[in-house]
């Protein structure tokens, strides 16, 4: 199947309805509907940047000496965080964390595109591989997942790893904090879908700072929380900032993600605001509705790995264990 690409370009020419920017009053170059508001390339990005800092303070996102990891994909949020968590916060220790979930001719030109980035910033950054860390790549689980269509989609798998290693080697690397590139668009998809799902217990996982109760897990940020994201892929533009952005995810036409995105999408086009409407009715009930985060009284070890969870063999065990018998009854 032909991948479309992930990304609504921005039109860089000025406005050719006319429409002034709302700061100075020269030709608008984006348009924010929610407002609607018009603004210039200059005002915009002094803008996009304002918010970030606002979203960064306001929620205690990063302290003074805190060592920041922020995992890096090579898309364009993640690009534009660890350009901006660099400017921002230039007296904490920043490394970008990039994780080879092993699919050939998408993830290996991303990472070559984030290490270039990261050299010209003067930014550390570390690779870990799937292949390396489980024993088996992207590209090889989709294969067994072709053969045994009950072992589920390829997210279901992935997603699990990823939040492993990111977690495992901001722990290394003695990361206080462990930045992602969460944008508004991801956040309301993740609640609308876990309403429903029905699945009150995973909105502990979402807002714009999370896990800081768990002793054994390294907190989450989003600085770009609040942040849509044809506003990120204009600024972007705007900055000029280099970002993987020729195709989504070659296995990505399976995630149930795709739908919320596609409502929410059309909804916000009719109803301008509406992300922003379901991000802020998370915060408001997140005090009086969403159980606790799991403490370290609730965890246990996993009997194969060790590590912590909250079943005796975890999420990322039992996925190996999927893929491996049915490797091993194939080969019977």
Known sequence: MAQKSCIVKQVNAPNPDKKTCLKCGKNAQITLPYGPQHYCKTHFIELFEKRVRK??????????????????????????????????????????????????????????????????WNISYKIVSYEKEFGHSMDKIM?????????????????????????????????????????????????????????????????PIVGENQKNFIPRIKPLYEIPEKEIVAFASFKNIQHYSDECCPYSWQAKRNNYRNMLNDFEKTYPGTKHSVQKFLLSIREKMIPQNLTQK???????????????????????????????????
């Open 55 to 120: 979203t960064i303070r306001k929620n205690k996102l990063v302290l003074p000496g805190e060592k920041i990891v922020i995992g890096v994909s090579g898309g364009k949020d993640s690009m534009i965080s660890l350009y901006l968590l660099k400017k921002i916060c230039p007296q904490n220790e920043i490394i970008a964390l990039m994780i080879d979930e092993g699919i050939h001719g998408y993830r290996n030109k991303a990472i070559d595109i984030a290490k270039k980035q990261c050299d010209s």
């Open 143 to 207: 294969k067994h997942l072709h053969q045994n269509k009950n072992l589920g989609s390829s997210c279901s798998f992935c997603g699990v790893f990823r939040r492993r290693l990111l977690n495992k080697f901001a722990k290394n690397l003695n990361a206080d904090k462990l930045a992602t590139g969460h944008n508004l668009d991801d956040e309301a998809q993740s609640i609308v879908m876990n309403v429903f799902d029905n699945d009150v217990k995973k909105f502990s996982r979402l807002g």
């Open 298 to 332: 609730d965890l246990m070890n996993c009997i194969k790995c060790g590590s912590h969870s909250n079943s005796e063999i975890c999420p990322v065990c039992q996925k190996i264990d999927l893929i491996e018998s049915k490797i091993v009854v194939k080969s019977t």
